[in-house]
């Protein structure tokens, strides 16, 4: 007798394998969407020129001339993506006039030794531009020393090495001329968390080793908000940044770190500066005034335009507070002194002990801090800003782990996820366990949310127990409400806006991606699979009969010739070594029906593609099954 074969929408593994009878079990590159599972769009490079290091932050905004950019923010540089180029806007440290022939060859063939007095690096792979070389350096020719160089080894406070293009001839051969000029940019910062040692447990240590003058070292580990985060124990953190648009200008922010500012007016070519420093743009001089030196993170208030840093030094104070919201004068990112004649200000939370994001929605702008979430409104004069505690008792997991989909907000927290329409509740989760029983919580503030609003979906990339990298996502349909899983590395996320497609940043290709964008992977096949839970009768106690296969796939690639594997597996108990492949269907568009011979006394199914320009969506399968007795 011919059935319909239907499984419940979703990915459910909060319950065993044959538990979850008449559900989906596992997946991989396959979403849910009117309760029915589908190959998800592939990929595509933006550009096949990388970028350096791992970008964790990404932010699309576009000039009143139509100009569109996408920042980057990676461990080592800060770029702006214009056209199909990168255009490196990496802020300046300090630039250093060196002494005469600075360059000399090394130990190595292609190492040589720079001679720059007090030049501040700690550690090596930071990066420095030479320019004003005039004489050869042995066989090394100015063309190819006056360029930018990462420090490969810091020899002494005075000395540091690089490797060039090249071979040299003998060591200790000095040249470069007496012009030469090093331009040190900002250090590069960690690419993944490490665990630390001694009292970095807040509140007795919780402080930070960003400030370097060294003011406040707590308890225990030193205040570097290059490297730091308190999230309850002593980890020093991987570098991220935060941006947003001031009009047509990027503001961008090294978390616990300086705030940086771009003016669209000079171009791409010319590097952020520190907010804190004057500047000339444009021909204009922009003073600052009383500007935060360091911020956990920053973003601008769409309405009102209030620049606004959480987690920042007070008027007078170069040590953070980690629980102070500042914001500078209404339209004016550099005033940020509070005065009768203008709206600048600022507010202590008092609940936890440092906030760890804020997120900028609709109406108001929400900040997790480590105890709790709060709202934070425009009210306008005499206060500017009104605070709310929305919750007490929940986190937030990592900085970028919330995402704005339509007028609801998502994010995820240590063990649970939670979705915010004016009011906080938890999301019930399918594969909950599965998540937050298989994961590297020294990574966690590596963790990415997306939108899809295409899909109607909400992604979380994360890392998983035995990766220090994001190696795995979950997908939640908000609208048909449904959980899937899969792996795939993406550690930044912009939904389609100005671009076409949504934009995804890999750290191990260190390329941008367009994605839903076809059905393969940059070129190449993308694999993808749903599995099922296991189908009885009468708990096992018959055994089942397929005789016959009627499939139900609409094709949606473009290859010429598609074809998706549907397998029917079978086992005679509940141990999952024991399932094995039954038979296996090769479904092309014109297949109508296959006839095979399986008998089990549990079923399931694997329906499955791996071909290039494949895209596949499922319906509803039928078989022609019987009960076909007890032993």
């Known amino acids: 007798m011919i059935q319909k074969i239907d499984f419940r929408p979703g990915i459910i593994r909060e319950l065993t394998d044959y538990a979850n009878s008449g559900g989906w079990y596992d997946a991989d590159k396959v979403r849910f969407r009117a309760g029915h ?187 570097d908000p290059r490297l730091l985060n308190p999230i309850g124990f002593d980890v020093n953190q991987i570098r991220l940044w935060d941006m947003d648009n001031f009009g047509e200008d990027l503001v961008s922010n090294i978390r616990h770190g300086p705030i940086y500012y771009w003016h669209q007016v000079d171009g791409v070519t010319r590097p952020a500066v520190p907010l804190n420093q004057e500047v000339v743009a444009g021909g204009i001089t922009f003073t600052p005034n009383e500007v935060p030196n360091y911020a956990a993170q920053i973003l601008v208030s769409p309405n009102d335009r209030h620049l606004i840093a959480l987690g920042c030094d007070d008027i007078g104070n170069t040590v953070p507070d980690p629980l102070l919201v500042r914001w500078s004068n209404e339209e004016d990112a550099y005033d940020w002194e509070p005065r009768r004649d203008n709206s600048a200000g600022g507010q202590r939370l008092s609940l936890g002990s440092y906030i760890i994001s804020g997120l900028r929605t609709r109406q108001e702008i929400l900040i997790w801090t480590d105890l709790g979430l709060w709202s934070m409104k425009y009210i306008g004069t005499p206060y500017i800003f009104g605070f709310d505690v929305i919750a007490e008792g929940l986190s937030i997991i990592g900085p970028n782990a919330s995402i704005n989909a339509g007028n609801m907000l998502f994010w995820m927290d240590r063990g649970i996820f939670y979705a915010y329409t004016g009011q906080v509740q938890e999301l019930p989760c399918t594969v909950k366990d599965f998540i937050f029983s298989n994961f590297n919580y020294t990574q966690q503030y590596k963790v990415c949310a997306g939108h899809n609003h295409s899909f109607s979906e909400v992604i979380w990339f994360y890392p998983t127990a035995d990766s220090d990298e994001i190696n795995r996502y979950v997908i939640y349909n908000y609208v048909d409400q449904s959980w899937s899983i899969g792996q795939l590395e993406r550690t930044a996320w912009l939904d389609m806006g100005r671009s076409a497609y949504p934009i995804a940043a890999s750290a191990v290709q260190h390329l941008l991606y367009y994605h839903e964008l076809g059905y393969d992977a940059d070129g190449a096949a993308m694999p993808s699979y749903v599995e099922s839970s296991d189908l009885d009768q009468n708990g096992g106690d018959h055994f089942l009969f397929m005789g016959r296969l009627l499939p139900d796939v609409q094709f949606r690639g473009v290859a010429e010739t598609q074809t998706v594997g549907i397998s029917i597996l079978k086992r005679n108990a509940a141990l999952p070594s024991m399932k094995e492949v039954a038979a296996r269907v090769t479904v092309t568009p014109v297949t109508g029906q296959a006839f095979i011979r399986v008998r089990a006394r549990q079923l399931s199914v694997r329906v499955e593609s791996d071909g290039l320009g494949v895209g596949w969506r499922l319906g509803t399968l039928r078989g022609d099954l019987q009960v076909d007795g007890q032993r």
């Not at 970008?55 to 699309?60: D, E, G, K, P, S």
């Not at 070389?133 to 990462?150: G, I, K, S």
């Not at 400030?211 to 406040?216: A, E, F, H, N």
Request: glycine share 12%; hydrophobic share 35%; proline share 7%.
């Open 37 to 223: 599972p589908e190959k998800i769009g592939g990929w595509e490079a933006v550009t096949r020129e990388p970028f350096l290091g791992s970008c964790r932050c990404l932010h699309q905004w576009s000039s009143v001339e139509f100009d569109r950019y996408i920042a980057l923010g990676t461990n080592v540089k800060l770029y702006i993506l214009w056209g199909n180029s990168y255009y490196d806007i990496t802020p300046v440290r300090t630039v250093i006039s060196l002494p005469v022939d600075p360059i000399s060859t090394y130990q190595a063939p292609d190492i040589l030794e720079v001679h720059a007095p007090n030049h501040g690096m700690t550690t090596p792979g930071d990066f420095v531009t030479l320019s004003g070389v005039t004489t050869p350096v042995d066989t090394f020719q100015p063309d190819a020393l006056n360029r930018e160089f990462q420090v490969q080894t810091i020899i002494d406070t005075d000395y540091f090495t690089i490797q060039a293009v090249g071979v040299m001839t003998a060591t200790g051969i000095k040249g470069g001329g007496n012009t030469v000029v090093a331009t040190f940019q900002i250090p590069v910062g960690l690419d993944n968390a490490v665990v630390g040692t001694g009292w970095g447990i807040p509140p007795w240590g919780g402080g930070n080793n960003l400030i370097p003058s060294g003011d406040w070292t707590g308890w225990g580990i030193s205040f």
